[in-house]
């Protein structure tokens, strides 16, 4: 059985930082792409960031290109989000992806975790 489960959320003042972590079980997550989405309250999921299964190539929405980073460890099957300079725009649900194409699509991840919410404070 497939299972992502995030951790690392919670209360940041603006400017400050977190790193997210995500887990992966159930199958061999090194050779799938991982990927980070978030959603707002009233808002559509998006796309955050992407690595692929080696890790050689990753991909940021604009919106937080330069701050945040992407990375994994496939010795213990985890995928990271370092987010530096947090605004408030960044307050949402963020949701750990895995797929077999490292790309911005929704549709390209099969597996999905139950998401771990980041509040960023003014």
């Known amino acids: 059985q497939v299972q992502l489960v995030e951790s690392g959320g919670g209360l940041v003042q603006a400017g400050g930082s977190l790193r997210l972590s995500c887990v992966a079980s159930g199958y061999t997550s090194s050779v799938y792409a991982m990927a980070w989405f978030r959603q707002a309250p009233g808002k559509e999921r998006e796309f955050v960031a992407t690595i692929n299964w080696s890790g050689s190539h990753t991909y940021y929405a604009d919106s937080v290109k330069g701050r945040f980073t992407i990375s994994r460890d496939n010795a213990v099957n985890t995928v990271y989000l370092q987010m530096n300079s947090l605004k408030p725009e960044d307050t949402a649900i963020y949701y750990c992806?895995?797929?077999?194409?490292?790309?911005?699509?929704?549709?390209?991840?099969?597996?999905w975790g139950q998401g771990t919410q980041v509040t960023v404070s003014s």
């Open positions: 992806a895995s797929g077999n194409s490292a790309d911005w699509r929704r549709t390209s991840y099969d597996y």
